[in-house]
């Protein structure tokens, strides 16, 4: 993946030497999945100037600007730059995403003050690293333990000056802990609504949630609460899951209203699934081949060692979950490939969000819908679509380039060959003395 040819690198280096008004990318030959659903463009041509698409079509439809740099990709293809929109930053991991063709991540809950500078240290190519946006630290309530500080909001009124400051300090997004109260957020959806940005996260009720305009259910747990909660049921059963215990009848009221009403489910397959099928050895021999390269020595020796563990039991469910997920997918849900990076260590930074990919089309999610949650719905959750996800003019030009086709097997997109960020080809090897200039504090209040 990140043994790079003569003629790529001399292309790196001009590109670093020209201005991004001077520079014209031609991106010519390879078939092109655009993000938008689609179907893939045979002998495709992208022209990208600056750090912009310019122009998207095939090969005699689009011309060449002369004095263009001109990469022939034939027998390739092109991607949108992958989007993890579920991460939990941690300072060694900035590096991992690259390979693996992630150019944008969305941190969902970490240190407000670090993620911001994180965030700005990449932007001004401090760091070599993924696009990242931020929200800051979650929006934790009463409803369950506060935070290891202490510190939690009391009521609605605090929820509303909470956010206000976190949009005031300059986050992306808002994420909501499942201990605040139905007041606090319906408190928190209107105050985000007003600065014209989105929620994510947790909630106790997905059903109550929806009917107040929330769109994002983050992990499974919380469909099987909700539909508990309907029974009269305890929406935390003794001796098995929520999702396990629910009743799959109850579907499809659910799914067609959250359907409607645009909700993005993100199910984090790997994180809570991955015992439950046979899937994670595959993973396992990809990270056994990863944890050779010597340029990986950055990363702490415990987290190298999480990553090798195997996972453990099944978790309850899975049938339950696989069901919900493909009748969600053919009602026309968005379902998003999104990892929960940095929330446990086993979580492979880049190379899970492509098993999570794997993991959805395992279940009957088609390919194409698969590479969507990981491209144009991933930067629709978190309201950067106007700028991501899909190779479109107009829009920042980031691609992963990859052998293999990804809708006949959906494990393709592994095979990465080359990575476009802001319109530059990126040099992705590792460094082994890599040290991140911006330290993440041990505060209290961290995940």
């Given at each position: 993946m990140r043994q790079w040819s003569i003629g790529v690198v001399?292309?790196?280096?001009?590109?670093?030497?020209?201005?991004?008004?001077?520079?014209?990318?031609?991106?010519?030959?390879?078939?092109?999945?655009?993000?938008?659903?689609?179907?893939?463009?045979?002998?495709?041509?992208?022209?990208?100037?600056g750090n912009r698409i310019a122009a998207v079509g095939t090969r005699g439809q689009v011309q060449v600007p002369p004095g263009a740099t001109v990469l022939r990709l034939n027998g390739r293809t092109i991607l949108p730059g992958l989007i993890d929109g579920h991460v939990h930053l941690r300072d060694y991991q900035p590096p991992l995403?690259?390979?693996?063709?992630?150019?944008?991540?969305?941190?969902?809950?970490?240190?407000?003050?670090?993620?911001?500078?994180?965030?700005?240290?990449?932007?001004?190519?401090?760091?070599?690293g993924p696009r990242l946006f931020v929200s800051g630290a979650r929006v934790t309530g009463p409803n369950g333990p506060p935070t290891t500080d202490g510190s939690y909001v009391k009521d609605a009124?605090?929820?509303?000056?909470?956010?206000?400051?976190?949009?005031?300090?300059?986050?992306?997004h808002i994420k909501v802990d499942l201990t605040i109260t139905d007041d606090q957020l319906r408190a928190v959806?209107?105050?985000?609504?007003?600065?014209q940005i989105k929620v994510l996260g947790h909630t106790q009720?997905?059903?109550?949630?929806?009917?107040?305009?929330?769109?994002?259910?983050?992990?499974?747990?919380?469909?099987?609460?909700?539909?508990?909660?309907?029974?009269?049921?305890?929406?935390?059963?003794?001796?098995?899951?929520?999702?396990?215990?629910?009743?799959?009848?109850?579907?499809?009221?659910?799914?067609?209203?959250?359907?409607?009403?645009?909700?993005?489910?993100?199910?984090?397959?790997?994180?809570?699934?991955?015992?439950s099928t046979e899937r994670w050895r595959d993973q396992a021999k990809d990270i056994a081949a990863l944890l050779k390269d010597p340029g990986l020595a950055f990363v702490p020796a415990d987290v190298k060692a999480a990553w090798a563990r195997e996972p453990g039991r099944p978790r309850a469910g899975y049938e339950h979950v696989t069901e919900f997920l493909r009748q969600y997918s053919e009602a026309g849900g968005k379902i998003l490939a999104a990892s929960d990076t940095?929330?446990?260590?086993?979580?492979?930074?880049?190379?899970?969000?492509?098993?999570?990919?794997?993991?959805?089309?395992?279940?009957?999610?088609?390919?194409?819908?698969?590479?969507?949650?990981?491209?144009?719905?991933?930067?629709?959750?978190?309201?950067?679509?106007?700028?991501?996800g899909s190779v479109e003019p107009?829009?920042?030009?980031?691609?992963?380039?990859i052998d293999g086709d990804p809708l006949t097997d959906i494990s393709a997109t592994r095979?990465?060959?080359?990575?476009?960020?802001?319109?530059?080809?990126?040099?992705?090897?590792?460094?082994?003395?890599?040290?991140?200039?911006?330290?993440?504090?041990?505060?209290?209040?961290?995940?």
């Open positions: 001399a292309i790196v280096l001009m590109a670093t030497c020209a201005t991004a008004q001077e520079r014209t990318l031609v991106l010519e030959g390879a078939t092109l999945i655009d993000g938008t659903g689609k179907p893939p463009v045979a002998d495709a041509v992208v022209v990208v100037r995403f690259l390979p693996h063709g992630v150019t944008t991540i969305a941190d969902i809950h970490n240190d407000t003050a670090w993620s911001i500078a994180e965030r700005e240290a990449l932007k001004q190519g401090r760091l070599k009124a605090e929820a509303r000056a909470y956010v206000r400051a976190l949009v005031k300090a300059g986050v992306d959806i209107e105050e985000a609504n007003a600065a009720n997905i059903k109550t949630a929806v009917a107040m305009g929330f769109k994002h259910m983050e992990h499974m747990d919380t469909m099987g609460r909700a539909l508990l909660v309907q029974e009269g049921k305890n929406p935390r059963p003794q001796g098995t899951t929520p999702e396990a215990a629910v009743n799959p009848a109850l579907f499809p009221p659910l799914i067609a209203e959250m359907a409607r009403q645009g909700v993005y489910v993100n199910a984090t397959l790997v994180l809570s699934w991955s015992p940095g929330c446990c260590a086993q979580i492979v930074p880049g190379l899970s969000l492509h098993y999570e990919m794997q993991m959805l089309t395992d279940m009957g999610i088609t390919p194409m819908k698969a590479l969507q949650g990981a491209t144009l719905w991933a930067a629709e959750v978190i309201g950067q679509e106007k700028d991501l107009g829009k920042l030009a980031d691609f992963t380039i095979n990465v060959r080359m990575v476009i960020k802001d319109g530059q080809v990126v040099d992705t090897a590792y460094d082994p003395n890599w040290v991140n200039p911006v330290p993440r504090p041990r505060r209290p209040s961290n995940p």
